[in-house]
């Protein structure tokens, strides 16, 4: 699309594009220039519009799914709709109450949190919420080595968030409990509230030095419980709910195959890093439409993500919707980032 489309476009191609957008959204249906010209301040023939509508075409922005069959938005036409003509609604206090509420509600682990919050966004929308959040992102409360045979250690890695990873290392007796115990106190006395991206990096450049008391104790160990047991950054947790209202739109649920491998991503967590790599250079609420989605590549469904942070600022994970390419743009956007800054604030309590 061209930088200076908008500009470009007349008032009344604007006002014509946008009646075309709005009863898409309200309806599903394409508009044809009978339509459009009985709606209120339309003051323009059925040839000026038709002409108006082959011009919207050509540029990309309209299509006709059918023979004189009217016009629908294209994945590029929704995005200068939302772009530039698009006037974003406001929460009421009642919704906002009513999301501080339900994501109190089921208590303070990050958790429950973040599945209520999940379901709260999909309740409100009427659409599909999902809440993203990498485990290694999370502080970390305590870290121990335990003897559990004359051969096997286990190292154990409890997060502030509740989350516990443990591994055992085959070490033949190697190590003994009062080497386990001093590494223990070590790693917790130094490392308490940190996340396990920052211990990781630490300790790698403590042994790649060889400096501290990691020279003393054991850096096998500390490499093999440590290093190599930490949280999956490619393993992110995954909240969603309110997947079956995807399939009540009239044009996804056409495509099953689509939903299905969507679903699919979902569950395996395909590219979903991706989802947190973009919110890290974004400022706010993102819109992906269409087949512009960077997740799935699908012309009917279109997503609505915002980072949420942590009492830094440092974005710890995303929350959002999933719908048709019709949503509700106007009350979604502010629904998703009224949430995310509430999440937030929760997660930092």
């Known amino acids: 699309m061209s930088e200076n489309l908008y500009v470009e476009l007349s008032d009344r191609s604007k ?33 000026s519009i038709r002409l108006i509508l082959a011009n919207l075409q050509k540029e990309g922005l309209l299509f006709a799914p059918h023979t004189s069959a009217g016009r629908l938005p294209t994945d590029k036409g929704m995005r200068f709709f939302v772009d530039g003509l698009l006037e974003f609604g406001r929460l009421t206090q009642d919704e906002k109450n009513n999301i501080k509420q339900q994501c109190l509600s089921k208590g303070t682990s990050f958790q429950e949190v973040l599945d209520e919050s999940s379901k709260v966004i999909s309740g409100l929308s009427n659409h599909t919420g999902i809440v993203i959040a990498p485990k290694y992102q999370y502080s970390i409360k305590h870290i121990e080595f335990i003897r559990l045979n004359s051969s096997q250690v286990m190292s154990i890695i409890a997060s502030a968030n509740g989350q516990i990873e443990n591994r055992i290392i085959d070490d033949r007796g190697r190590y003994s409990d009062n080497i386990l115990r001093e590494t223990s106190n070590y790693l917790n006395t130094k490392y308490l509230n940190k996340n396990i991206g920052e211990i990781k990096r630490s300790i790698q450049l403590e042994i790649n030095n060889s400096k501290g008391r990691l020279e003393i104790l054991s850096q096998n160990l500390v490499q093999k419980g440590i290093l190599e047991n930490a949280p999956n950054s490619e393993n992110p947790y995954i909240f969603l709910h309110g997947q079956s209202n995807l399939l009540e739109d009239e044009i996804v649920s056409k495509d099953l195959d689509q939903i299905r491998k969507l679903f699919d991503e979902i569950e395996n967590k395909t590219n979903f890093l991706d989802i947190l790599k973009n919110t890290h250079s974004a400022k706010g609420v993102q819109i992906f439409i269409g087949s512009q989605n960077f997740l799935f590549k699908h012309s009917g469904l279109s997503m609505v993500m915002a980072p949420y942070r942590d009492k830094d600022q440092k974005i710890i994970g995303a929350i959002g919707v999933v719908g048709p390419t019709r949503l509700n743009y106007a009350k979604i956007v502010p629904l998703v980032d009224y949430t995310s800054k509430i999440i937030g604030k929760v997660l930092c309590k």
């Open 15 to 47: 006002q014509i594009f946008k009646s075309v957008v709005e009863t898409y959204l309200k309806t599903g249906s394409p508009s044809g220039s009978e339509t459009i010209q009985k709606k209120d301040g339309v003051n323009l023939s059925s040839s």
